[in-house]
C-alpha cells in the first residue's frame, strides 16, 4: 500500500507538471480502440434487438474491464516482485497516466487563446476536441459555457474519481475505473445507437462516479475559499441545482461553478444534429466572459491540489496506523 501511495504522488507531480502525454500507445487510448474493436465484433455477434444489444452491452463491459484491468496488475506484480523499485517507477508512469488535470486545463487553454484573438471558428474547432455535443453553430458564449461545463465536469472524471481510486486501489483500479469512464464517454449516449448498447456502461458510470463527484463538489467549494469567487454563491447553487443534469453526478460540480462564477451555465444542446432540452444551472448574474476560462481552470488545479492533500494524507495517516496496530 506504501509503495502505491508513493508512486500516486510521483504521479500526481507528473501529470502537473508534463501533462497528458501524447501518443498513439497511451494507455487510455489502447482502451478506446479496444472498445471500438469490441463494439464492432458483438454486434456482429448479437441481434439488433433491445434485448441481444443490452447482452452484447454486458459482454462489452465485462471484456474491456478485465483486459484493461489485469494486464497493468499483472505487469505490477511482476516487477514489484523483482524489483520494489522498478514496480514503483511504473507504477508512478500509470498514475500520471490516469491522471488528466493539466491536460484538462492545456486543451481548454487552446479554446481560451482562440476566442482571445476573436477566432471564433478555431474557438468552435478547440472546444469540439473536448465536449461532445455540436460546436459548428455555437456562439462565443456558448463556446465559453460549453468550456466551463466540461471544465467542471471533469475535475471529478479526469482528476479527483481516477485519484480516489487509486489510492483505494492503486493503478490497477485507477485503470478499472478509466476503462468505464472510456466507455460510458464512448458508447453512453441516449440515441438511436447506444441508448441500449451503452446502457451497462453508462449506469456502472454514474455508480462510480456518485461518491467522487460529491466529494469533488465539496473540495471545490472548498476551493473557492482560496480564490475570489463567490463561496456563499457556490454553494447556494450547489445546493439548488446540483440534479439539474440527465445524469445523476454531471451537475454537482458544474453547480459549484456556475455558482462561484455567478454565470448560468448548460440549457439546451445540439447533440448528433438533434437538439436536446435541458435545465439551465446558476443564476443570470452576469454574462460569461473568456476570462471565466482561466477562473474554471484555476478551480480545477486548487481542487486537484485540495484532494491529493486530503485524500493522500488520509491514505497515509491509515497507513501509520495499521503499522503501528501491526508492530505491536
Known sequence: MRYSLIAFCIGFIMDLMLGDPNYSWHPIRLIGKLIAVMEKLLRKRFPKTKQGELVAGVFLVCIVIGISTSIPLFLLSTLYHWNRY????????????????????????????ALKYKDIEAGRTAVSMIVGRDTQSLSEAGIIKATIETV??????????????????????????????????????????????????????????????????????????????????????????RYNHASPNSAHTEAVVAGALEVQLAGDAYYFG??????????????????????????????????????GGMKLLLLIVLNNYFVR
Not at 289 to 302: F, G, Q, S, W
Request: net charge positive; proline share 3%; hydrophobic share 45%.
Open 86 to 113: 522498478v514496480g514503483i517507477a511504473l507504477e508512478s508512469i500509470m498514475c500520471y497516466q490516469l491522471l488528466a488535470t493539466k491536460a484538462l486545463s492545456v486543451e481548454s487553454w487552446k479554446v481560451y487563446k
Open 152 to 241: 467542471a465536469e471533469n475535475t471529478s472524471d479526469g482528476s479527483i474519481a481516477p485519484m480516489i481510486y487509486m489510492l483505494i486501489g492503486g493503478a490497477g483500479l485507477g485503470f478499472l475505473y478509466k476503462a468505464v469512464n472510456t466507455m460510458d464517454s464512448m458508447v453512453g449516449y441516449k440515441n438511436d445507437r447506444y441508448l441500449y448498447f451503452g446502457k451497462v456502461a453508462a449506469r456502472m458510470d454514474d455508480l462510480l462516479n456518485y461518491i467522487p463527484a460529491r466529494l469533488s463538489a465539496y473540495l471545490m467549494i472548498l476551493g473557492t475559499m482560496f480564490t475570489k469567487n463567490n463561496t456563499k454563491n457556490a454553494w447556494k447553487i450547489y445546493r439548488r441545482d
Open 274 to 311: 438533434k437538439l436536446y432540452p435541458k435545465k439551465t444551472i446558476g443564476d443570470n448574474i452576469r454574462p460569461v466572459e473568456v476570462d471565466d476560462i482561466k477562473k474554471a481552470n484555476k478551480l480545477l488545479y486548487i481542487t486537484a491540489v485540495l484532494g491529493m492533500i486530503m485524500f
